[in-house]
């Protein structure tokens, strides 16, 4: 008797079998001189062993995951799952052993060659699991399942894109990601009939991070003080007098330096909000912004990277503000008119003062 595995792998060796293998000039997992480092292990499936890296799972269903040798894009072996009835829960086919570090200022993209046999064809998904930094999952993302199935019988690439700092409002701090290669038994997505046996092939697999020229605006530091004549004297959570604020040789400033991290200009104005503001302990909010103009700040377009720029605030001028204790933090860019490399990082440290007749 014959075993749906073995029709199955008899029939991925028969599709397979004449065709020509590619080597990469590189080597698989190697980089150019100048070109991205792959951080993906293994990306060609040419070791083996306890050095194979990837984790084989059928996720409850009979699907058969497999090496073809002597098949590949890059070098002589590669990975094919073989499947037909989902069994909810997840796609079969192969995720990294290991969390790969990630660095939440970067951008990657991850991708894969695909092959599907003609008479198989099989729905690639690739798929991404998050990891914080006690190794504890998040979620993931994934590129789905495409409902246009691409041509038989040829390599193609899928790829999905990631930034975890843009995913950090979403799952929390990002430390780490496992990576997937799945086969994607949506059959109804791409009018297969259900319960029909289909074939993916992977090969060639990359995860890199991507070089992006972009600023990266951060609140660098504050300050509380008063003046005695040119020398400013820091103290923490300084009384300010709403009588003495009205000379400004006698007033206390709240100072913030805002720093270019990126590895661009900050061309457009910079403008800051006042956020997360109380007022004895109950939210409260005088509303208005900074802006970088210049003015009460020294400020000089392009803020190149590296460089900073420190704006002064007077606290305690203007009818609204009353007797008692506050707190706030500074937040650059509120409007996110300015692209930056991390969205999530733009909060000052918190500012506290009392306020006094």
């Known amino acids: 008797m014959i075993s749906l595995r073995n029709v199955r792998t008899q029939a991925v060796a028969l599709t397979m079998a004449g065709t020509i293998a590619m080597s990469s000039i590189l080597g698989s997992g190697m980089a150019s001189a100048n070109g991205p480092v792959n951080l993906a292990p293994n990306p060609s499936f040419e070791s083996a062993g306890s050095d194979f890296a990837w984790a084989r799972d059928a996720k409850g269903t009979g699907a058969y995951i497999g090496m073809a040798n002597g098949f590949g894009i890059d070098g002589q072996k590669s990975v094919y799952i073989v499947g037909s009835d989902p069994a909810n829960q997840g796609w079969p086919g ?17 991708s894969a060659s695909h092959y599907a046999p003609g008479n198989y064809q099989g729905l690639p998904w690739l798929d991404i699991t998050l990891y914080n930094s006690d190794g504890q999952s998040l979620g993931a993302v994934s590129t789905g399942t495409s409902p ?59 995860f890199e991070a991507v070089k992006v020229d972009a600023p990266d605006l951060v609140v660098s530091s504050t300050g509380n003080g008063f003046q005695l004549g040119d020398t400013t004297v820091e103290v923490d959570n300084p009384v300010i007098s709403l009588k003495m604020q009205n000379t400004y040789t006698q007033a206390t400033a709240i100072t913030f330096t805002v720093k270019n991290e990126g590895t661009a200009d900050v ?38 990277p590296g460089e900073e720029t420190t704006a002064t605030w007077l606290p305690g001028i203007g009818p609204e503000w009353e007797v008692g204790q506050y707190t706030l933090q500074i937040m650059v860019d509120h409007l996110g008119l300015v692209a930056e490399l991390n969205e999530n990082n733009n909060v000052s440290e918190v500012i506290s003062f009392q306020i006094v007749d």
């Open 267 to 304: 061309t457009a104005p910079i403008k800051g909000a006042k956020v997360n503001m109380t007022k004895d302990g109950m939210p409260w909010n005088n509303g208005g912004y900074f802006m970088f103009d210049g003015n009460m700040d020294d400020y000089v377009a392009p803020l190149s």
């Open 94 to 110: 192969l995720e990294t052993k290991e969390i790969i570090p990630v660095d939440s200022n970067n951008e990657y993209t991850f």
């Open 148 to 206: 246009v199935q691409e041509s038989a019988n040829t390599w193609h690439e899928k790829t999905l894109n990631f930034k975890p700092a843009a995913l950090e409002a979403q799952f929390g701090d990002i430390a780490g990601v496992k990576l997937g290669l799945k086969l994607s038994l949506n059959y109804a997505a791409a009018g297969i009939e259900d319960g029909a046996t289909t074939v993916l092939v992977y090969d060639d697999v990359k």
